[in-house]
């Protein structure tokens, strides 16, 4: 089974602070994607990476940067929280071609931002 | 962009009953892939079914079956004989064949009574 770590559950920020998340898959695949989850907005994707080194923007890239020095890690930055980055972020993973054409997701990483 | 819709942000469903949760989507692609996703409180987002829009076979995975309407983009999700495990946020997601983004909807909570 495909399986995706996050660094942490739960964390707590205070306004200001550079926060890093981790994103760990274990299956050799190509594509990780950082979504954010909000209540009735479902999950929007903030950045995706298809290869080491390689990222794309998605939905909504604004106060976030991410980091994918090594296939299997995915880290999302936020360079300078805000309080209304507090969320639910989510990480996934998903192989770029071929049959298995579905995400697998980590746990989730609730930040709350002081 | 592409959109997908889920009208209902809260179901309830008697335990042994049927239910279904709609999902609507747009796209001019011919070449796709929907899915469901299932997030039970606090833990982690696992894969329902998945319907590959070639196929006119609607996708069945035990309990879990999907009504696809092509031409009105309308992929549901039937579940039948609820159990109280069944009792999660419901995801609708949609994916290009040659793209690697996942769109979601905003998720529809079922709550399944006893």
């Known amino acids: 089974d495909v399986k995706v770590t996050q660094s942490s559950r739960y964390l707590v920020k205070r306004t200001g602070e550079k926060v890093f998340l981790e994103c760990v898959q274990d299956m050799d695949h190509e594509n990780m994607f950082w979504y954010r989850q909000d209540p009735g907005l479902g999950l929007r994707l903030i950045y995706f990476s298809y290869d080491v080194k390689m990222k794309e923007k998605g939905d909504i890239p604004e106060g976030y940067s991410v980091s994918r020095e090594k296939k299997e890690r995915f880290s999302l930055i936020l360079e300078s929280a805000s309080t209304n980055q507090t969320s639910m972020y989510l990480c996934a993973s998903s192989l770029q071609t071929g049959i298995q054409e579905t995400q697998y997701f980590g746990p989730g990483t609730r930040l709350l931002v002081l | ?114």
């Not at chain 2, 009953?17 to 796209?27: I, R």
């Not at chain 2, 892939?33 to 070639?54: G, H």
């Open chain 2, 1 to 114: 962009a592409q959109t997908v819709t889920q009208s209902q942000p809260e179901m309830s469903v008697q335990e042994a009953e049927t239910v279904t949760l709609s999902c609507t989507y747009d796209t001019s692609e011919s070449d796709y892939y929907l899915f469901w996703y299932k997030q039970p409180p606090s833990r982690q987002m696992i894969l329902v079914i998945r319907q590959e829009a070639y196929k006119q076979q609607n996708a069945t995975e035990n309990r879990f079956s999907v009504n696809f309407q092509k031409a009105a983009k309308s992929f549901s999700l039937k579940i039948s004989d609820s159990q109280l495990g069944d009792a999660a946020m419901y995801f609708c997601a949609y994916k290009r064949g040659t793209g690697n983004q996942f769109y979601f909807g905003t998720g529809t909570s079922l709550t399944v009574i006893p």
